[in-house]
C-alpha cells in the first residue's frame, strides 16, 4: 500500500500488542512502532494517548485517528485496510464467528494466561495460581476440540480470529513453566494449528521482533 501514510503503533513488551503487529504485517500497512517499558505507559506523553495507560495505541494519519484498546485495533484496521478479506471475510456467519473468537481470546485466553503469570511472579499464590492453571487447561481443550476436524477456527483459511492467539499461544512455557502440557500429546489439534500458523513470515517476524524488544529488561520471572 504505498500511497498509505505509515500508522504509529504504540506497543510494549507484553503479549497484548503483538497481536495487532501480526495483522499489520499480514496486511503490509506500512506502520513503526514504538516500544514502551510498563513505567513510562503511566508518564503524561502516553496518557495523553490512552488516558487508561495501556498499550497498544495506533495513530494512524490516514484517518487522523487514535485508538487505544486491542480489540478495537484490530476491527478497525481489518474494516480499513483488510479490503481484499486477505485475513478476515464477506459472509455475516463468518464475520460473526470471527469476532466470536476474537473475543474469546480477548476476555478468556488472555486474561487466564495472565493471571497465571500475575500469581507466580507478581504476587505469589500457590493456590490462585493453581486455580487459573486449570481453567487455562479447559481452554486449552475448548480450542482443541474446536479444531479437532478443521485446520482454522473459521472457514478455509487463517485469519485475524486465529493469528490473534498468537502471542499468548508462544509464552504458554515461559508463564506456566513445570505445569506447561505435552502440547503434541494431550492437544494435538492444537498444537497442529499453532504450528501451522508459526510458517507464516508475518507471525515469524512479529515473534522475533518481540524478542528483540523484551531483550535487556527486566521483566518477572526472567533471567
Known amino acids: 500500500m504505498p500511497s498509505l501514510k505509515t500508522i504509529v503503533l504504540h506497543s510494549?513488551?507484553?503479549?497484548?500488542?503483538?497481536?495487532?503487529?501480526?495483522?499489520?504485517?499480514?496486511?503490509?500497512?506500512p506502520f513503526t512502532t514504538k516500544v514502551y517499558t510498563t513505567p513510562e505507559l503511566k508518564q503524561p506523553t502516553f496518557l495523553a494517548l490512552n488516558r487508561n495507560g495501556m498499550a497498544p495505541v495506533i495513530e494512524d494519519p490516514n484517518t487522523s485517528l487514535v485508538l487505544a484498546e486491542?480489540?478495537?485495533?484490530?476491527?478497525?484496521?481489518?474494516?480499513?485496510?483488510?479490503?481484499?478479506?486477505?485475513?478476515s471475510f464477506t459472509s455475516?456467519?463468518?464475520i460473526y464467528h470471527m469476532k466470536q473468537w476474537l473475543q474469546f481470546q480477548t476476555t478468556t485466553q488472555g486474561p487466564t494466561l495472565q493471571h497465571i503469570f500475575h500469581w507466580a511472579f507478581i504476587?505469589?499464590?500457590p493456590a490462585a495460581r493453581a486455580g487459573y492453571v486449570n481453567d487455562?487447561?479447559?481452554?486449552?481443550?475448548?480450542?482443541?476440540?474446536?479444531?479437532?476436524?478443521?485446520?482454522?477456527?473459521?472457514g478455509d483459511k487463517c485469519s485475524a480470529a486465529d493469528l490473534s492467539f498468537v502471542p499468548f499461544h508462544n509464552g504458554i512455557g515461559f508463564v506456566m513453566r513445570d505445569d506447561k502440557p505435552d502440547m503434541e500429546l494431550e492437544f494435538p489439534h492444537l498444537d497442529?494449528?499453532?504450528k501451522r500458523m508459526l510458517q507464516r513470515p508475518a507471525v515469524q517476524k512479529v515473534l522475533a521482533d518481540r524478542e528483540e524488544a523484551l531483550k535487556g529488561l527486566a521483566l518477572p520471572g526472567g533471567n
Do not use: C
Not at 136 to 154: G, I, M, S, T
Open 70 to 87: 486491542s480489540g478495537a485495533i484490530m476491527d478497525y484496521l481489518l474494516e480499513q485496510y483488510d479490503k481484499e478479506k486477505l485475513i
Open 92 to 94: 455475516l456467519l463468518e
Open 12 to 29: 510494549h513488551p507484553g503479549p497484548n500488542p503483538w497481536k495487532v503487529t501480526i495483522l499489520l504485517e499480514e496486511l503490509n500497512v
Open 192 to 194: 497442529a494449528w499453532f
Open 136 to 154: 487455562f487447561r479447559r481452554v486449552l481443550q475448548v480450542l482443541n476440540d474446536e479444531l479437532a476436524d478443521k485446520r482454522w477456527l473459521v
Open 123 to 125: 504476587d505469589s499464590n
